[in-house]
């Protein structure tokens, strides 16, 4: 079953990550029901070497689509880098992806790079491990 199919099905990928990829210690990941269609998963997921992946969604199901996210990556208590949609309409770099981006560092604030990667209508999580398991775990 598709994981927007049903906020059940996006439960069950939530729930099941560490079943997926060993790599993951433990998750601190819930999905809040806020209506019918709509609902936000935030938390945390733990890794070994202080690695750690602040996740916070807002998910209409309805639409089958994310409708905001944020995704943040640490390493200890120094941010590495991180994924959101707010638009940056005047960056002629980033309208490849809009509004997806990464920043990434030097002067991770304002040094932002497409993202092709993420997207509103597929559950990102899985990518998103896996680059942190790539950058940091092997």
């Known amino acids: 079953m ?39 998963v935030s938390g945390t997921v733990f890794f070994e070497n202080n690695i750690h992946l602040n996740v916070k ?22 941010k590495q880098y991180w994924y959101d949609n707010q638009p940056h309409p005047n960056d002629p770099s980033l309208q490849v992806t809009f ?12 040094n932002r790079v497409p993202s092709p990667y993420i997207h509103f209508d597929q559950p990102n999580l899985s990518f998103l491990i896996e680059e942190m398991i790539h950058n940091f775990l092997t």
């Open 2 to 40: 598709p994981a927007f199919d049903s906020i059940p099905a996006y439960e069950f990928l939530i729930y099941n990550l560490k079943n997926e990829y060993p790599q993951i210690q433990y998750s601190t990941l819930v999905l809040k029901r806020y209506s019918e269609f709509i609902a936000e």
């Open 57 to 78: 969604e807002l998910i209409d199901f309805r639409k089958k689509q994310i409708k905001t996210y944020s995704y943040e990556v640490y390493k200890g208590r120094e």
């Open 99 to 110: 509004p997806h981006h990464k920043h990434v560092m030097p002067n991770i604030r304002h």
